[in-house]
Structures are given as C-alpha cells and as structure tokens.
C-alpha cells in the first residue's frame, strides 16, 4: 500500500518563515534588539522547556491548565513550553542574585507558546521582546522603560498620530477598586464590546465614586520627566493589565488607527518577582512586545521594508570559462565583504539574469576569459539594468554603497 | 502550609544563557551566519513545532519514538519537538516548489530537541547551522558545501593542523559494501573501542576485497577541485555518516586533537530529499553543525572572544545635577549610534565606577553641572584607566574606535 502523502502545512498556528518572511522577521527583531541595546540592555536567553511548576505559582490557572502546551517526559517530570518569559528571567535572577551587579538592564527575544484559538494578531507561537530593568525602586526605572517602549516605535517610523501611551498605577487602583469584579471588568475593557461593557459597568458602579479620577502623584511625575523627553503619555484610570504581578506604574501602547484600535503591547512596574522563590523581593519594570501585533501595525502603515536579499552580488560564469578562476573572484570579493552567490547552472546567460532579478539580488557581475585576463568585469546593476565596467575594489566599493 | 520552594535550576539536559553566555552564543552564530551570507545562503526558518507524521517515514523508528519530545495536544495532534531541521526544509520546499526559483541557497540556525540521555556535546536541545543547496546535480555544488563547510572553521580561527575533512561517496560505498551489517558496524566505528571495532570487523571481514580501498571518481573530483581553492580533504572509505538519506558525496569535519578526537560536524548530498511529499526529485547538498560541539572546540584551543557587553558608556550622574539634562547627554550619544547605560543608583561615584566595571563596560562618562555647562565631560577607560574631557561627538568617535 502507498502511504498517504504527507501533507506540506505547518503546524497550526504556528509559521514558516521563508526567506522574505525571515527578512521581515529579522527587520522587526533587528529593530527591536539595536534599541534596547542603545539604552544599554544586554542579551540573555534560555530554553523553550521548562518545568511546569515554574507556573503554577503566580499565573492564573486557567492559563496553565488550559492555555500552554503542557507534557510529561519520560523521567515523569512535567514540561512546560514557555507561555512567557518572566517567570524564566525570575528563575535565572533568584538563582544567581548574589553574584549578579544590580541594577540589571537585561533584554531577551524569545519565542512563546501559547494553546489557543488561533486568531489574528494571536498565534500560538509568536516572538516577543522582554526589556527589564531590575533594581531601581525610583520613578526614574519606570520614566526609562517606557522611553525605551516610545523609542522603539519611533525607530520602526511610526509617529505620534500612530500610537497612544496609556499609563496608570496599579497601586492606587488597588487602593481605589477594592472590587475584584470590577478590576476583572476594567481588565476585560478592549475586548468586549462598548454597549456590554456600559451594561456591566451600570451594574458595579454603585460602588464607584466617579468616572473621572485623577492621576496620583506617581503618575503625575513619571508623565511630567517623559514629556519633557517629548515622550507623551495619557493617563488612563481604566487601564489595569491582566497579570496579577504588576505593583505600582503600569502603561500600554494603543494603536490609534480606527481599523485596529487596540493594545500593542505593554509592562508595567512588578516589585515582588522573586516571591515564588522565597527571596526578598528586587524592584523590577519592564515589558513584553510581540512580533505578530507589531507587525500587523507596521503592515497597516507601509512601515515594513522591501524584501532585500543578504546576498549582494550574483557571479555569473560566461562561456568556457575556468571554474576555479571564477571561484577565486569569488573568493577575492568574499574577502572584501561582499555577499557572493555563484551562478551553477547551465541556462543561458539571460536565464541566469532572471534567476538573479528572482532572488531579487542586486548586482549580476559576469566573469568570462576575457574578463579574468584583464581584471575588469562588467557589472549589471538588476534594477536599474545600467551596466559598468569595473575591478573586484570597485564593486566591492559600489556594493558597499548601496 | 508554606508552598515548596521552586527550584532555580533549568529544565534537564537544556541551558540558561546570562549575558555572558549569550555573547558567547551570539559570537558562534553570528560568525556562521557571516559566512553562510558572503556565500550566497539566505536565511528562513519555522516553528520548532512540527506534525509528528512528519518524522515517521524517513527517520529511523528509533529516533521518532524514543529520542524525540512527541505528545498529543489538545487536538488529537501529535506533535513533535523537530529534532533535526532537514525534513522542516523538506516540507517547505515542497510546499512551494513552483514558485521557488531554484537553485536554492537556503540556511537556519534552529534550535533542535533530542531526547536522550546529556552528555559532554549531546544536550537535549541545541543549535545547529543548517546550510543547504538545492538543485544543482553537478560536482560544484559539493565542492561548494565542503567549502563553506571550511571557511566556518577558519573564521572561528581554527587551522588546518586543528580538524580534518574527511570525505566518501555514499553512492561506491553502497556499491560496494552490499551488506548492511557492514555499514553498520562502520556507521558506529567512532562511538567503539579500537578492539571491539576489529573484532567485529574481523567476523566479517571475509566478505570485504580490502581495506585499502581507492577513492572513485567522484571524490577524487571533488578533492582535487578543493585542493585548488586550499581546502585539505582526507579521502576516508570507513565514513559512512548515519542518516538514511545520504545519496551522494559525504564528508565530516574532525577535531584533530587527540583529547577531543571526533567528528564536529558533517554533511553531503541526499537527492531523495523530497520523496516523502511524492514530489519529484530534488538535487541537494547540505550540511548541519551544532552550536555545543563547536563551542567545546573553540574552547579546547582558546579562539572563544572575551565577554563584551553591548553597552559602551556608563552615565555618571554626578552631585545634584538634574536628571533630565544627564538624559539629554544619554539621547544624544545614542543618537550618534552609542550604547549607553545611565546610572540611576544612588551609590557613591566610587562605586558608580566599579558596578560599570562588574558590569564589563568599558567607558564611564561623568555628568555634573559643569559638564553641562561647558558640553565638555570627563571620560574614563575603565580598563586603562586613563581619563580624557571630551565632547559628545569625541565620545561617540572614541567609543567606535574600540
């Protein structure tokens, strides 16, 4: 019997990135990963795999009953594919916090996995950057990170029409919003629809004061010190973040755009990391950015670039040439810094153009006899189809240009 | 009760990485992203998360069922941790097969999840540069992967007296060795005793014409075509390589130091690729090289860089100066592409000094009133120690001169 054909689809909701996905993949997390590091954050990272008891503490069990992909192995222990990354960066700071110098500025872009429904702007595995500051008690940590949150947009060209920065502080809320129903509400807010939500809202108010509430002296000061970095925030007494660990100033970037009014991304302030792992607590801020929201936000605006191949120039064999020469151009131009794929087929010299113009390299150069003698080959820019004659420095140097 | 204290460890046979490890990681897969790119090779990738099916035709049963993460989610789908990146590139290609315009030069740098015991180069998740060619059935692609194959090693700064290509044509050792037994038994000769290898050889040595067997023509081609452009092969009948899927030219990398005498990393030709999907054939070259074999060899022979961090400039704020000026000096540094981290502790400068010191940063630049004023600031090299007043721009150019 044949055996039934293989089917070619990923898993569900989950990606392949072919080259011109990966391009873009690598647009978003380059951007991502070059602003932090101005901001003087430093890389770490860790498995997909962990114990799933790492989540069990503080996350809300729906989400680790029902939310992750969780399995046993065959020692009997419980995995877990990571859901995020706090609890990971919790676990590495608690394990070594007597030989780390804090404060810590640390950034990761790991994948998470999370088992649900795919949707847009939700699959089961996206990227997400974590930024963290870690032992800064001070308003300063929170000013800093939501800096670095406005920063990174600004870097990927959106403006200040494209996005709002909510703030408000978890702490007064608390203080304010005793009713656990009503911080579930609020929390609930951008997904429900406007009419169910002033419905709920009537039912609860009673034990309200007022709509309008005023910002706390926190709040206050974090917006003041981020508008004179001409960063400006709005403060949003109805924004609460679902995570239960947030403890004092919390914010989110809202999409203004009317097609895809809502929030991108967003952190907060949470003082008492290390709980799970009975240590004193250690001040901490940071936030969480995924790569699919993203995405979608830049895709709405033109923001994301063309597809540009890593590979430069397409070195293309003409005639009865020897291949070893042709390698050593290669090889002289590989030296210089230049991204060289060497045409291996046997098509015509017009079939090889086109397979260069397909894979959208920019540069074809031709090396015949005549070409190898004299040092000189003729260069065919694929975009604008001018040709030039030029030595292995010059197109080094015209690559380089480019 | 008081809940049991989570432990701080990572998940069995997996790895944590602080910055100082991820720069590490950083250096191995950027110097083979580097050179897979001056050779042409674009990247892609996909999910770790793959059909379980997918791992059932062509791989050995053993792998899929005992050395792989496979569960069953919520779905009824079984799901496997992709152990090795070649049948994720299968699947790809052959889901897009009419429109890729091939030849393909394709590479990732997945992270691969085995199941087995850890051991010294084995953990249960790596690394591992996958560089394949797709359509080219001539020799010139073979001489190509081995090349690239080399020219990894000698970015890492490895030479020709630290590894040793060894090559083999699948395709005459089939030929000649018709009994399986016999490709077994050299399959495993590296993992074996010398003794035990000549004992088992002996009971069927019989069957063989003699060890010395001469290379064919195809190996002895790609040799010679290598040997011109300065890779050094070893023609090694007994090479094997374990993988079903070979068709053609093999070859292995080994380390030549007699304490760590092994195989690093190999590869070669496996035409076949696409005979799961009921697509036609493919030529295809490739090979495969983890991230913890390489990083044992490096360490052995001392090429591993040493730990810089991202960040270039610790800010200083000095006296009472005021924070949002010290943070204008931060934004204008970064605006000139400097990585800077500003100092928000309230320790003395002494130990302002000396946490930019832990923290491996090799400048501070000190920001009070004064400096302000003049746009004039003290700088300090803190591994010379040796300290200079400069201006903002002498900063960033004296931080890009390192």
New interface residues.
């Given amino acids: 019997m044949k055996?039934k054909?293989?089917?070619?689809?990923?898993?569900?909701g989950?990606?392949?990135?072919?080259?011109q996905?990966?391009?873009l993949?690598?647009y978003i997390l380059g951007v991502m990963k070059k602003v932090v590091?101005?901001?003087?954050?430093?890389?770490?990272?860790?498995?997909?795999?962990?114990?799933a008891?790492?989540y069990r503490?503080k996350t809300s069990e729906e989400i680790v009953n029902e939310q992750t992909?969780t399995?046993t192995?065959?020692?009997e222990?419980e995995?877990t594919l990571r859901p995020e990354m706090t609890p990971t960066i919790a676990?590495?700071i608690?394990?070594?916090r007597h030989e780390l110098?804090f404060?810590l500025?640390?950034f990761s872009i790991p994948?998470v996995?999370r088992?649900e429904r795919p949707q847009r702007g939700r699959l089961?595995?996206h990227w997400q950057l974590n930024a963290d500051l870690f032992?800064?008690t001070?308003i300063?940590?929170d000013v800093?990170i939501i800096?670095l949150a406005a920063a990174i947009m600004r870097e990927f060209g959106a403006n200040e029409d494209d996005f709002e920065i909510r703030i408000n502080d978890r702490e007064t809320l608390r203080e304010k919003f005793k009713d656990k129903e009503l911080i579930k509400l609020l929390d609930r807010k951008d997904k429900m629809e406007e009419k169910d939500f002033i419905e709920a809202w009537k039912k609860i108010s009673d034990k309200m004061p007022d709509w309008t509430i005023e910002p706390g002296k926190k709040v206050s000061d974090v917006s003041e010190?981020l508008e004179?970095?001409g960063v400006k925030t709005v403060f949003a007494p109805t924004l609460v973040r679902g995570f239960d660990y947030y403890t004092g100033i919390i914010f989110e970037v809202f999409d203004k755009n009317p097609k895809n009014n809502r929030s991108l991304f967003g952190g907060g302030r949470y003082d008492n990391l290390l709980e799970?792992?009975?240590e004193s607590p250690i001040p901490a801020v940071g936030f969480g950015m995924g790569d699919v929201t993203i995405r979608d936000f830049l895709e709405l605006r033109g923001l994301l670039p063309t597809y540009r191949?890593?590979?430069q120039v397409?070195l293309v064999p003409v005639a009865e040439v020897d291949?070893?020469a042709v390698?050593e151009v290669a090889?002289e131009l590989?030296k210089r810094?230049?991204?060289?794929?060497?045409d291996?087929?046997d098509k015509k010299v017009g079939d090889k153009i086109k397979?260069a113009d397909?894979?959208s390299?920019p540069f074809a150069v031709f090396v015949g006899e005549a070409e190898i003698s004299s040092g000189i080959y003729k260069c065919k820019d694929l975009k604008t189809h001018s040709e030039q004659s030029l030595s292995i420095e010059e197109i080094a140097k015209s690559v380089k240009n480019l």
């Fill in positions: 055996p054909k293989l089917s070619t689809e990923s898993y569900k989950v990606r392949d990135f072919y080259p996905d990966q391009f993949q690598n590091e101005r901001f003087g954050y430093v890389e770490y990272s860790a498995s997909i795999l962990e114990s008891e790492l503490g992909y399995f192995d065959r020692g222990r995995v676990r590495m608690a394990g070594k110098p404060p500025r640390w994948n996995f088992y089961r595995e032992g800064v001070g300063e940590a800093e800096s010190i004179k970095r799970l792992f009975d191949p890593s590979t397409y291949m070893n390698l090889s590989r810094g230049v991204n060289v794929a060497v291996l087929t397979l397909k894979n390299i």
